[in-house]
């Protein structure tokens, strides 16, 4: 499926040919910091199916407790959180769905790190409903 993106300012656009099938939600507390808010939604996209547009992104290099080190690429100007891929050889993008076009046809498929999960998050369907703020 194709997909394109933006960040919030517009400086930042991209495309990619992604797999809707391969979209996860992670209630990491990293996730949970990073973006925020309360979880985090990805897809991935091989290197190869993802073409920047415009802007340059920023890294923020994070390391986890194993070592592993992930670049979390976001807009200079507005701090949208883009995409994480590997800082040396990027293979494949983890495309942040908030900023795809398409995002409202992109359910994801699992949940990781349940473990952390905010204990109300699954529990927000009765919450009063405004329409607008
Ligand atoms: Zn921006
Ligand atoms: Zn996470």
Known sequence: MKVEGSC???QVTFEAE??????????????????GSAYRVTVRAPAAD?????????????????????????????GTPIYVTEPDEPRVYGIRVGTLKQRASLPPMRQIWYRSALPWVTDIRDVPHIERQ
């Open 8 to 10: 919030h300012c517009g």
């Open 18 to 35: 992604i797999d809707p099938a391969d979209v996860s939600l992670c209630h990491c507390s990293d996730c949970q910091t990073l973006t």
């Open 50 to 78: 993802f073409v920047l547009r415009s802007g340059t992104p920023r890294i923020y290099l994070k390391t986890a407790e194993s070592g592993n080190r992930r670049a979390q690429a976001f807009c200079p100007h507005c």
